[in-house]
């Protein structure tokens, strides 16, 4: 409607300009035309007989020119017909244009412009985070289809195991990394992206093959910090501290300083000072978790939150410490398309030996969505959580996904 309202303004702007002039013009030749010449023939008999009167001309001289002064006002009076003839050419222009002009605009509009282009209800329909997801799948195909024809591409094996990997199809991208190194060799970027990879599908547990490529990269570049920390937390989770420490505390002075990894290291050293003995632990948490602890969590999303939230995103249940390191003590993942959902956290899916549940009296319960299907916290996750739990308190624990990361 607006469109409409303002060319018709500019069609009546533009009338407005053209056609009085038009319109004027025929009608000032029609109503003036006899008069003036009248006038004229007065004023010119007035000069006749004043001319007469003086003796500055003869009778005969005075009925010679008054004759051709009738004469002439006879003729101008015959050119009437003429006058009205242009009057009435000159009218049908302006019906023409005040007709024919929105008419051809409006059929050259309607053949070949869009009137929807100037709408936003199509745009404000479309989900601009699903339309990007859908997009990115749209290129990470095209090139997986690409690197069917090119199998020995190593860059294009490269490119497409890191596109997988931050869609969090692991998998996919592990077979990627895979022929990247059988392309490349021992290369240690490729090692370290393989084995995250391969540790990432199997629920981030390091021992075998991520584990031997690991070290293999670190023998290549031993100051290669992704592989002193990924080296560390392997020789954590197969319980070797000592060696865990070394390596975190040179990744530790590597980092710089203040920034959110090394306080990351610095806590999961800390965590490793005040560690007592595993045969010392305090009576409280071996009571309360024992060694098979486990907890029961119910997690849903709030109804005001599922317009935030795709099916494929990424959906960590985990319980934490109530102090120190933010590692998780046990943790699932699951996608908002499970929701609602049961899991149960248990000693099993501990990160490291010694942080797992059962080493703890009471925890933190969170659940978190991820877009980008980072284990880590990012701002506009959607999350949920219970603030404290005791291990020794049995049935399930209810947490609503209701709030955000800011």
């Known amino acids: 409607m607006l469109f409409l309202l303002i060319v018709s303004v500019l069609i009546l702007i533009a009338f407005l300009l053209i056609l009085p002039p038009?319109?004027?013009k025929q009608t000032v030749i029609e109503a003036d035309l006899d008069q003036r010449n009248i006038l004229i023939a007065q004023h010119r008999l007035a000069e006749l007989k004043e001319n007469k009167l003086s003796g500055g001309l003869s009778q005969a001289q005075y009925d010679e020119q008054l004759a051709d002064l009738e004469q002439a006002l006879s003729d101008d009076l015959e050119i009437k017909s003429h006058v009205s003839t242009v009057k009435s050419q000159g009218r049908w222009v302006v019906?023409?244009?005040?007709?024919?002009?929105?008419?051809?605009?409006?059929?050259?509009?309607?053949?070949?412009?869009?009137?929807?282009?100037?709408?936003?209800?199509?745009?404000?329909?479309?989900?601009?985070?699903?339309?990007?997801?859908?997009?990115?799948?749209?290129?990470?195909n095209g090139l997986a289809e690409k690197m069917k024809n090119e199998p020995d591409n190593a860059q294009g094996w490269l490119m497409l195991g890191r596109s997988y990997k931050v869609l969090g199809q692991y998998p996919k991208a592990v077979d990627a990394f895979a022929n990247a190194y059988r392309l490349l060799g021992d290369?240690?970027?490729?090692?370290?992206?393989?084995?995250?990879?391969?540790?990432?599908?199997?629920?981030?547990?390091?021992?075998?093959?991520?584990?031997?490529?690991?070290?293999?990269?670190?023998?290549?570049?031993?100051?290669?910090?992704?592989a002193l920390g990924l080296g560390g937390m392997a020789k954590a989770q197969q319980?070797?501290?000592?060696?865990?420490?070394?390596?975190?505390?040179?990744?530790?002075?590597l980092l710089p300083p203040g920034s959110e990894s090394q306080l990351e290291i610095q806590g999961l050293l800390a965590k490793i000072h005040s560690e007592p003995p595993a045969d010392a632990q305090p009576e409280a948490a071996q009571q309360a978790g024992g060694p098979g602890a486990a907890i029961e969590v119910q997690v849903s999303l709030a109804p005001e939150l599922k317009n935030m939230a795709s099916p494929s995103d990424t959906v960590f249940v985990y319980a934490q410490a109530l102090s120190g390191p933010k590692m998780p003590l046990a943790i699932v993942r699951k996608q908002v398309s499970d929701l609602p959902l049961t899991v149960s956290l248990n000693?099993?899916?501990?990160?490291?030996?010694?942080?797992?549940?059962?080493?703890?009296?009471?925890?933190?319960?969170?659940?978190?969505?991820?877009?980008?299907g980072n284990a880590m916290s990012q701002?506009?996750?959607?999350?949920?959580v219970i603030e404290e739990v005791p291990l020794a308190e049995k049935g399930s624990h209810t947490i609503v996904i209701n709030g955000q990361v800011k």
Not at 239 to 253: F, H, I, M, Q, T
Not at 379 to 384: K, N, R, S, T
């Open 22 to 24: 038009l319109w004027r």
């Open 95 to 140: 019906y023409v244009l005040v007709v024919g002009v929105p008419l051809l605009a409006g059929s050259l509009y309607l053949g070949l412009g869009n009137y929807q282009a100037i709408s936003h209800s199509a745009e404000m329909a479309v989900d601009p985070d699903t339309l990007k997801l859908e997009e990115i799948n749209k290129m990470v």
């Open 187 to 226: 290369q240690a970027e490729v090692m370290l992206l393989y084995a995250d990879t391969i540790a990432y599908a199997n629920g981030k547990n390091l021992a075998g093959k991520p584990t031997e490529l690991i070290f293999k990269a670190l023998a290549l570049e031993p100051d290669n910090m992704t």
């Open 239 to 253: 319980g070797d501290l000592v060696a865990a420490k070394r390596l975190w505390e040179k990744l530790n002075a």
């Open 347 to 372: 000693d099993s899916m501990a990160m490291m030996p010694d942080m797992k549940l059962s080493n703890f009296a009471n925890v933190k319960l969170l659940a978190r969505v991820s877009k980008s």
């Open 379 to 384: 701002p506009g996750d959607l999350i949920g």
